[in-house]
């Protein structure tokens, strides 16, 4: 089993950057592909980003494409989400996820198997 926790969340303006990190446990880190989700007030639970076991492939929604950026640190068993000209719109708590399958880089929540317990962000007009 996968621990995570979440952190670096908070309140913000429109146009500012926040950087998320996500720091794993318990299991080795490098064999999970990780990926970042985000849930808006009355919202579905949306997929954000995802990154390989080696860090070598990346993938994002396209609301966020160009303005977020997806890394991982192996040894440090560390995922980040850095988020740059935040909008209102991204305003949501944002779950990091982990998924045991060797390949591919899903973008529905039924394909992680291990979640943290979030972190909000809050990106005022």
């Known amino acids: 089993q996968v621990r995570m926790v979440e952190s670096g969340g908070g309140l913000v303006q429109a146009g500012d950057s926040l950087r998320l990190s996500c720091a794993a446990s318990?299991?080795?880190?490098?064999?999970?592909?990780m990926g970042w989700f985000r849930q808006a007030p009355g919202k579905e639970r949306e997929f954000v980003a995802a990154?390989?076991?080696?860090?070598?492939?990346?993938d994002y929604a396209d609301s966020v494409k160009g303005r977020f950026s997806i890394s991982r640190d192996n040894a440090k068993n560390t995922v980040y989400l850095q988020m740059n000209s935040l909008k209102p719109e991204d305003t949501a708590v944002y779950y990091c996820a982990a998924r045991a399958a060797r390949y591919g880089l899903p973008s529905r929540r039924s394909e992680y198997d291990y979640w943290g317990q979030g972190t909000q962000v809050i990106v005022s007009s």
């Open positions: 318990g299991r080795t880190f490098s064999d999970y592909t």
């Open positions: 990154i390989s076991r080696s860090a070598s492939i990346t």
